[in-house]
């Protein structure tokens, strides 16, 4: 084997190596995303509304974790709690897209009026690069809450 047909091997295999681990990287953050509405869920039906908004709402509370952060609307797209960006809380945000022009609250919500729990896909400001990115956000309805948590792919 030639030196520059196995270096050309070699670069290949690190190539598709990094892939496979970028993909399961994402495939890990979007599990992660959905156990930690799970956990949030949870907290809310042991300890109520009030205490989990408060929860969530705490920037290195149990609810984040590097890029993931849980966060939750009213059935209305009112912003309830957010650890990331607490200028959002309080503000209705159904009509308000992301940079491609979805309506994704809109959808969120919809999906957890209609279907209880699910993904939604969008593009948003990740606060850990300070660059937008294409998300995929995990949604749960719990009583009159909408808990999620987002991964960026």
């Known amino acids: ?3 520059k047909l196995l270096i050309a091997v070699v670069i290949v295999v690190l190539g598709l190596s990094w892939a496979y681990a970028q993909q399961q990287q994402a495939v890990d953050e979007k599990a992660l995303a959905k156990a930690m509405v799970e956990k949030a869920a949870a ?14 709402n705490k920037p290195d509370g149990q609810f984040v974790q590097g890029e ?10 009112v912003m ?3 650890p990331k960006n607490p200028k959002l809380i309080g503000q209705s945000l159904m009509d308000k897209p992301d940079s491609k022009g979805k309506l994704f609250r809109k959808e969120i919500i ?16 990740n606060p850990q690069t300070g660059k ?11 009583g009159d809450m909408v808990i999620c948590c987002g991964a960026y792919r």
């Not at 993931?68 to 797209?77: E, G, H, R």
């Not at 998300?135 to 719990?142: E, G």
Request: aromatic share 16%.
């Open 110 to 125: 919809d999906k957890a009026k209609s279907a209880g729990s699910g993904w939604v896909d969008y593009f948003y400001l």
């Open 1 to 3: 084997m030639s030196k």
């Open 80 to 82: 309830l709690a957010h």
């Open 132 to 142: 937008e990115e294409a998300k995929t956000t995990y949604l749960k309805k719990a």
């Open 43 to 56: 907290f809310l039906n042991e300890n109520g509304k009030e205490k989990t908004i408060a929860e969530i």
């Open 68 to 77: 993931l952060y849980v966060f939750a609307y009213d059935l209305n797209a």
